[in-house]
């Protein structure tokens, strides 16, 4: 019987080509492995939570032969680009009615398959990446069910493959060594995951307190023609960088936020900016994988950033 195994994850890099690489889509949905064997079909994810309850029309790979393991990423199609505001809110539902509830007929799932980690009950962990991706192209194409796809890719061409990717709106690219074994729960260097990163200006509107001053700055931005809460940055904030910015911060604070915000922190004057890099906007108005990146000299290098004192967004 096959026990549920954490995924293998991957690092990051820039976009790059090399003829011992595949490239293939980063699919924006939630990461799955699926088995099937003796004791029936599982479908679990990173916490190795069951996840066959919130998506039953995953049941056809139940028809999988008995000793068989995939890895995948579960998507909500829409137009060719995955619709994760929309799976999100699904998966989140866990109660037997959610799938009724969610329209499950009107808008099935896809399963997009990129490796077999099992073939008969034999671990397939040490076999090279080509290899494990050959089995799993062969079981997806024997299982015939559309809601179970293939993830193809490309070897070699990756900077043209992210290019493409980017294009059509997807989130980003995975670059995998094809001689690469499989370790789940780790991550290695051997599978990259390259993303479309940018930089944005931003401004400080407070912070979140911590043992060396703080550990998290709320910062705002522009979006859309619109000024306002951004998100919480934790990351790119090292110990210099943090005793840096409680100091600049020390003498800037005000008892309520200068912008409508969420979270609860320490609130400053909107007089600091910075840049910050981030994979885009969600569909809430908050940057995703946001990281600071570094303070900006003045409101002039961040357009539209300073709220004047006639602001409707100042509170008093």
């Known amino acids: 019987m096959i026990e549920p195994f954490l995924p293998m994850l991957a690092g990051k890099a820039e976009p790059f080509d090399s003829p011992e690489y595949l490239f293939e889509v980063k699919w924006d949905g939630v990461r799955a492995l699926a088995s099937c064997d003796e004791g029936g079909w599982r479908l679990w994810g990173r916490d190795l939570a069951d996840y066959r309850p919130r998506y039953p029309e995953l049941a056809v790979l139940a028809g999988l032969p008995a000793g068989t393991a995939l890895d995948g990423e579960i998507v909500l199609l829409g137009s060719g680009v995955p619709d994760l505001h929309g799976l999100l809110a699904r998966h989140a539902r866990t109660g037997p009615e959610a799938p009724c509830h969610l329209g499950v007929l009107h808008r099935p799932v896809t399963y997009l398959v990129f490796d077999a980690l099992y073939e008969r009950g034999r671990c397939l962990f040490g076999v090279p990446l080509q290899q494990r991706r050959e089995l799993a192209r062969e079981r997806v194409a024997r299982l015939g069910a559309n809601s179970v796809r293939f993830s193809e890719g490309v070897v070699g061409a990756g900077r043209a493959f992210f290019e ?33 990163w940018s930089c944005v200006p931003a401004v400080i509107i407070g912070y979140v307190p911590g043992r060396q001053g703080l550990r998290g700055l709320l910062v705002a931005a522009q979006h859309r023609g619109v000024l306002g809460y951004a998100g919480l940055l934790r990351a790119g904030l090292s110990g210099p960088v943090r005793r840096q910015l409680t100091n600049l911060l020390a003498g800037l604070s005000r008892p309520h936020p200068a912008l409508p915000c969420p979270e609860r922190g320490v609130w400053v004057e909107p007089r600091v900016y910075c840049r910050v890099r981030s994979l885009g906007w969600t569909e809430g108005g908050r940057l995703r994988g946001a990281s600071f990146q570094g303070l900006l000299g003045s409101a002039d290098d961040a357009p539209g950033l300073a709220p004047c004192p006639a602001s409707p967004f100042l509170l008093s």
Do not use: D, F, I
């Not at 990717?165 to 670059?175: I, P, R, S």
């Not at 051997?190 to 479309?196: A, G, R």
């Open 164 to 196: 493409q990717a980017v294009a059509q709106g997807q989130e980003g690219v995975l670059a995998k060594h094809l001689a690469s074994r499989y370790r789940p729960g780790r991550r290695c260097c051997c599978w990259q995951k390259v993303k479309p």
